[in-house]
Nanobody, 126 residues
Framework: QVQLVESGGGLVQAGDSLRLACAGSGRTFGSYAMGWFRQAPGKEREFVAAINWSGSSTVYADSVKGRFTISRENAKNTMYLRMNNLIPDDTAVYYC???????????????????WGQGTQVTVSS
């Protein structure tokens, strides 16, 4: 089992950058597939990016491809989401999630991740 805590959110202007972090507890962090999701007001939670246990494989939603980068440092029990060229449509609560698999083929399905952080707010003004 792993506990997750997000940080790094905030209020920025369009075109700015942010880096979110997701700190995990437990010695098994390095064996978990992980993902980032976001939820805007009045909308369903949507997939943003996913990464396998080692960081060698990543996948992105089309809406963030080329602007966001997911990475992880297992020695620090931490996963990151670097967000560049932010736009107002990126405004949402961002959540990190984990699954006790080295890779999760259904990475875009939030219901397939058993472990979640509490979320961090990202607000992008125009």
């Amino acid at each position: 089992q792993v506990q997750l805590v997000e940080s790094g959110g905030g209020l920025v202007q369009a075109g700015d950058s942010l880096r979110l972090a997701c700190a995990g507890s437990g010695r098994t962090f390095g064996s978990y597939a992980m993902g980032w999701f976001r939820q805007a007001p009045g909308k369903e939670r949507e997939f943003v990016a996913a990464i396998n246990w080692s960081g060698s494989s990543t996948v992105y939603a089309d809406s963030v491809k080329g602007r966001f980068t997911i990475s992880r440092e297992n020695a620090k029990n931490t996963m990151y989401l670097r967000m560049n060229n932010l736009i107002p449509d990126d405004t949402a609560v961002y959540y990190c999630a984990a699954a006790a698999l080295r890779w999760i083929s259904t990475y875009y399905k939030s219901q397939d991740y058993p472990y979640w952080g509490q979320g961090t707010q990202v607000t992008v003004s125009s």
